[in-house]
């Protein structure tokens, strides 16, 4: 029952009136938090509530579906693969059995505030953002993409907002 408090089997977030939330630390892995993300593909929540605490090293890229907020205020997020963004919108592909034009534009309602993203000059584009509705960014540092790359990347986002923001590198 989605609507009484209750921990997920497995993770150490709570589901409560369909909002999941859970913090990840220094040793939370990209594995670890993308399985948060996951919970509104596999429909295990409505909207995800993610906080990012510490100095967090991922392997891979996150994929960030809709109606996600991450508070990551005092986080260090660093690429370490040797590919990728840090974190992306989820597209038609990643959603797996969907219709190629339902999945196209379905990722909606994200918001990212605070932290430090750094692409580690591995990623071209260190934050992605491609074929959403209603993104915001506040308050992020962005560093290190690569010297051909971009720090942060909207493509076809419809309604976005990046405020108060550092670019570096």
Do not use: M
Not at 54 to 73: D, E, K, M, P, W
Not at 102 to 128: D, L, P
Not at 150 to 167: M, R, Y
């Amino acid at each position: 029952d989605s609507d009484s408090d209750q921990t997920v089997t497995g993770d150490s977030g709570t589901l409560e009136q369909g909002v999941f939330r859970q913090k990840f630390g220094s040793s939370s892995t990209r594995k670890d938090i993308q399985k948060a993300f996951d919970k509104i593909k596999d429909g295990t929540a409505k909207k995800v509530e993610v906080t990012l605490e510490g100095n967090i090293q991922l392997q891979g890229r996150l994929i960030v579906y809709s109606n996600t907020t991450i508070n990551a205020h005092g986080a260090v997020i660093t690429q370490k693969s040797k590919s990728g963004s840090i974190i992306k919108s989820a597209t038609a592909e990643d959603y797996g059995e969907v219709p190629y034009k339902q999945g196209y534009q379905k990722t909606e309602n994200i918001k990212i505030s605070g932290g430090s993203w750094n692409g580690a000059q591995i990623s071209g584009q260190v934050i992605r953002f491609v074929h959403s509705t209603n993104v915001f960014l506040d308050g992020l540092t962005v560093t290190n993409c690569t010297s051909t790359g971009h720090l942060i990347t909207f493509e076809g986002v419809n309604t976005g907002t990046i405020q108060n923001c550092k670019l570096v590198g």
